[in-house]
Structures are given as structure tokens and as C-alpha cells.
């Protein structure tokens, strides 16, 4: 049973007008697409998630580089000095999502989050009327590890934040250790549009909530290769024009 419930805030007509909004501004999408792309469904499903808050500790090392550069009469010259740089600390997280159904694409539940938890509520069956809603079929346990592999990365990002003057900064290993740990249930809201176009299916889905719409769209190859080939010719020009100023300047 879920605990708390993020309510459908956008309709479906909100989420037709996202798709359409979608296919705008894509130089490389077939010009028919867009009037002969059939949606054939509309779907607003409530997909379980396990929310987390944890309580880790975390050793990170870094490698840093500091640059100088400098010049003589012959060379310009670019001096890299090499550093480790390491970090400990205690974070805290609240409400990490790792989708609960394994009917969900989970690269598809990532990519419309985030959701504002802070608009969640205590699960009633009435938010479900006339909507679908997927079952659990993972449990908290099975979902911590992709619960942990999240925590490691957001670690070393804000760790890496503390690391300043360098020119570059680069994690290279990192150990986290969970002091403490909760799972929360909840069912948060997605739209989910199925669409044809010459006999090919697409899906797209919309978060429910904000409105982040996401999906697979088709390419023209003409026109991908047309631009290709207009990007090489003006990065080509570029080169030689570069070359050209350098030997006016020596």
C-alpha cells in the first residue's frame, strides 16, 4: 500500500499540447511527422515509487590539475601540475524516487523527474478514480542498490563543489556507508502517449505534475546528413582560417 500520492495536476489535454509543443524547434524531424503522426492512446497512470531518506557517510578522492601557461620567443608552453585532493563527510538525502514497477522504462522514469514531493499527500483511493495505477513488483530492498548508485554520484557532484582553484577536477574513488536509512511508498502521476507514423510506434511520457515531456522522435537522414556535412565544411573553414592568421601574425 502506497503512503503518499502526488494528485494528477495536468489533464490530457495538457498532455497532447506538451507532445505538439515537443515537436517544435527539431530541425531534424521529418516535415510530415508532425501532421501524419497518428496519437492512437492517452493514458494517465499512477507509477509506484520507493522514496528514500538516507543518512551516509562518504570518503571521496579526487584528482585536480592546476595550469600555467607561459611563453619565449620560440614555443608557447603549458605547464600541469597534478593533485590528490580528498574529502569526508557526513549528507543527508530525502526523498530519492527509484520507480517500483518493472513495466516502467526506468531511463523514462528518470528522465521526467524531478516531482515536488513537497505537494505529496496521504494516499487515498479516491485520487485514482478514472485513472490506471501500476502495482508494486520491487521492493525497497531490491531497489536500494539503484537507490545507492545515485546517492555515490550526487555525493561526488556536491563534494566536488568543495574543491576549488584547480582547472580541473576529476573523482576517482569514492566509498559510501549508509548510517541510517527509510523507505516511503508513493504513487506519482505520468502521462503516457502512444503515437504511429509508417507503421512504427512511439512513446512519449509526461510528468503529470510539471508538465517534462520526454520521448523518442524519428530523424530525417537527408537532412541529418546535410547538416553533417555543413558543420564539417564550416569547422574545416574555421581551421584554415585560424592557420591563415597565424601565419599573417608569424
Same mark, same amino acid.
Given at each position: 500500500?502506497?503512503?503518499?500520492?502526488?494528485?494528477?495536476?495536468?489533464?490530457?489535454?495538457?498532455?497532447?499540447?506538451?507532445?505538439?509543443?515537443?515537436?517544435?524547434?527539431?530541425?531534424?524531424?521529418?516535415?510530415?511527422?508532425?501532421?501524419?503522426?497518428?496519437?492512437?492512446?492517452?493514458?494517465?497512470?499512477?507509477?509506484?515509487?520507493?522514496?528514500?531518506?538516507?543518512?551516509?557517510?562518504?570518503?571521496?578522492?579526487?584528482?585536480?590539475?592546476?595550469?600555467?601557461?607561459?611563453?619565449?620567443?620560440?614555443?608557447?608552453?603549458?605547464?600541469?601540475?597534478?593533485?590528490?585532493?580528498?574529502?569526508?563527510?557526513?549528507?543527508?538525502?530525502?526523498?530519492?524516487?527509484?520507480?517500483?514497477?518493472?513495466?516502467?522504462?526506468?531511463?523514462?522514469?528518470? +528522465?521526467?523527474?524531478?516531482?515536488? %514531493?513537497?505537494? &505529496?499527500?496521504?494516499? #487515498? *483511493?479516491?485520487? @485514482?478514480? $478514472?485513472? !490506471?495505477?501500476?502495482?508494486?513488483?520491487?521492493?525497497?530492498?531490491?531497489?536500494?542498490?539503484?537507490?545507492?548508485?545515485?546517492?555515490?554520484?550526487?555525493?561526488?557532484?556536491?563534494?566536488?563543489?568543495?574543491?576549488?582553484?584547480?582547472?580541473?577536477?576529476?573523482?576517482?574513488?569514492?566509498?559510501?556507508?549508509?548510517?541510517?536509512?527509510?523507505?516511503?511508498?508513493?504513487?506519482?502521476?505520468?502521462?503516457?502517449?502512444?503515437? +504511429?507514423?509508417?507503421?512504427?510506434? %512511439?512513446?512519449? &511520457?509526461?510528468?503529470? #505534475? *510539471?508538465?517534462? @515531456?520526454? $520521448?523518442? !522522435?524519428?530523424?530525417?537522414?537527408?537532412?541529418?546528413?546535410?547538416?553533417?556535412?555543413?558543420?564539417?565544411?564550416?569547422?574545416?573553414?574555421?581551421?584554415?582560417?585560424?592557420?591563415?592568421?597565424?601565419?599573417?601574425?608569424?
Amino acid at each position: 500500500k502506497s503512503d503518499l500520492v502526488i494528485p494528477l495536476k495536468l489533464n490530457k489535454k495538457a498532455a497532447v499540447a506538451a507532445l505538439k509543443k515537443h515537436y517544435g524547434g527539431k530541425r531534424l524531424l521529418p516535415k510530415v511527422f508532425k501532421d501524419e503522426n497518428h496519437i492512437d492512446e492517452v493514458k494517465g497512470i499512477y507509477v509506484p515509487f520507493c522514496l528514500f531518506d538516507v543518512n551516509v557517510e562518504a570518503d571521496v578522492r579526487y584528482e585536480a590539475t592546476r595550469q600555467r601557461h607561459y611563453s619565449d620567443r620560440k614555443s608557447d608552453y603549458t605547464e600541469t601540475s597534478y593533485y590528490q585532493v580528498d574529502r569526508r563527510n557526513t549528507i543527508a538525502f530525502r526523498d530519492i524516487p527509484v520507480d517500483g514497477s518493472s513495466k516502467m522504462a526506468d531511463d523514462i522514469m528518470e +528522465s521526467i523527474e524531478p516531482f515536488d %514531493y513537497s505537494q &505529496a499527500v496521504p494516499f #487515498q *483511493t479516491a485520487y @485514482l478514480a $478514472g485513472y !490506471l495505477a501500476e502495482k508494486y513488483d520491487i521492493d525497497a530492498q531490491e531497489s536500494r542498490h539503484r537507490a545507492n548508485a545515485s546517492i555515490k554520484k550526487s555525493v561526488e557532484i556536491s563534494f566536488a563543489e568543495t574543491v576549488e582553484g584547480y582547472s580541473s577536477v576529476v573523482a576517482k574513488e569514492s566509498d559510501t556507508r549508509m548510517l541510517s536509512a527509510r523507505a516511503k511508498y508513493a504513487l506519482l502521476p505520468v502521462w503516457y502517449l502512444y503515437t +504511429s507514423w509508417k507503421e512504427n510506434k %512511439y512513446v512519449f &511520457a509526461m510528468n503529470g #505534475q *510539471t508538465g517534462r @515531456l520526454v $520521448g523518442h !522522435l524519428p530523424l530525417d537522414k537527408a537532412k541529418a546528413r546535410r547538416w553533417f556535412c555543413g558543420l564539417t565544411v564550416l569547422f574545416t573553414g574555421s581551421i584554415y582560417g585560424i592557420f591563415w592568421l597565424l601565419r599573417q601574425i608569424l
